[in-house]
């Protein structure tokens, strides 16, 4: 048995209805709340209405702050701070997918400190301290597992950079996990969000960092995945499979948050910080197929267990030919649901993928890879994603 640490200070709320917690659940952390999500539109309307009202019923004054953009950029994080500082706010609720958790985050840091939430990104000096704001998070997507992780993701646009402030301090006190909630989302957010979920269990164990217990929990979120997701992006109306996915992407979460992701996100944050129309979940989608033909052999133990959650029928194969079949089954996965590309399909140059490749080798991820690639080679491993 390894030695390993792990940590998870969230208080997870999950079920159905669990959404009317949320004022109670602020209240024990401040009275005066900034509400952060993205644009009011008719979607969601009902759902912000809900949250403001549990939150005056349990005596807390709110502003909302609605201004959260895909891949939330500094100036968007820089005005909700401002909003937080205007209404005097001593705690943060984020209400959404990724991009509503992590701005929250991020606020809640730059709202209390000098600078910008760019100035406290993992690698700075300076680091958030305890003046953070406390962060309350709801998720309204199966996907990026912000609700338990101690990431906030942020795009700076003038540098084409996207990278991320990585500290316990912003760790959400509580998380609300309500599946009923990620009824309606479309179909391409569903599988776009759901492969996110895919990756961060499946990187998770191939991460130096995993322990037995995060083993646990990416095995069995890869199983859920597995089953539920391309039914769901079928029909978004199966409760029972979103209910799958919500606890299959809260598992990932804490997943990342404790051993962490590999090679596949160095890219998929490098392609949307330097093409911001290009989806997290895309990015890592298109560069899936090239990634696990590179690995595999180095890490034929993770790619066996994976491959016979895919096909059981790979128990009656050698540890070898069931790695290698692996490769085929996210292949066949991908196209199931709907995320088959290449870089070309999002008007990506061919002539910048040097620029690409380097850009992917700046977080730490590649190098917590089974088989760390060199810039030649993840310039070669994108070039095999150009086209599909
Ligand atoms: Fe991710």
């Known amino acids: 048995m390894r030695d390993f640490k792990y940590f998870q200070p ?43 009202a549990s939150l005056k019923s349990a005596g807390v004054e709110v502003a909302h702050f609605d201004g959260i953009i895909p891949n939330p950029t500094t100036e968007c994080i820089t005005a909700g701070a401002e909003a937080a500082k205007q209404h005097n706010a001593d705690v943060v ?3 959404g997918g990724g991009s509503s958790m992590d701005s929250a985050k991020a606020i809640a840091v730059e709202a209390t400190h000098p600078g910008t939430s760019w100035d406290y990104l ?48 912003v760790y959400p006190k509580v998380a609300i996990v309500d599946p009923d909630l990620m009824l309606t989302i479309p179909e ?3 599988a776009s969000t759901g492969f996110d979920a895919f990756a961060h269990a499946f990187e998770s164990l191939l991460n130096p960092n995993a322990s037995p217990y995060t083993d646990m929990m990416a095995l069995e979120a890869i199983e859920l995945l597995v089953k539920h997701l391309p039914r769901v992006v079928q029909d978004g109306s199966d409760r029972e499979g979103r209910a799958a996915l919500a606890w299959a992407d809260t598992l990932a979460g804490l997943c990342i948050a404790n051993a962490g992701v590999t090679l596949p996100h160095g890219i998929g944050m490098a392609i949307p910080g330097m093409y911001p ?32 959650i895919f096909n059981p029928e790979l128990r009656e194969e050698s540890d070898q030919a069931a790695a290698e079949r692996m490769c085929e089954e996210v292949d066949q996965f991908l196209k199931e649901i709907g995320m088959w590309f290449g870089l070309a399909d999002f008007d990506i140059p061919q002539a910048e993928i040097p620029d690409l490749a380097e850009q992917s080798m700046v977080l730490p991820d590649n190098g917590n890879n089974p088989r760390v690639a060199t810039q030649d080679e993840m310039q070669e491993l994108l070039e095999q994603c150009y086209r599909r």
């Open 277 to 308: 129309h290009v989806m997290h979940g895309e990015a890592l989608a298109l560069n899936y197929p090239a990634f696990t033909r590179f690995t595999c052999p180095h890490a034929i133990s993770q790619f066996v267990a994976v491959g016979r």
């Open 188 to 190: 391409h957010i569903t």
């Open 93 to 95: 609720l984020g209400v």
């Open 122 to 169: 993992y690698f700075r000096d300076s680091q958030p301290t305890e003046k953070t704001l406390p962060v309350i998070a709801v998720s309204t997507t199966s996907g990026t597992g912000s609700q338990v992780t101690q990431v906030a993701v942020v795009t700076n646009t003038k540098e084409r950079d996207k990278s991320a402030i990585y500290n316990a301090i």
């Open 10 to 52: 969230t208080d997870i709320r999950f079920g159905s209805g669990k959404i009317v917690e949320v004022g109670a659940a602020v209240a024990k952390y401040g009275k005066r709340c900034l509400l952060v999500t993205v644009p009011v539109e008719p979607i969601f309307e009902a759902l912000f209405d809900k949250v403001k």
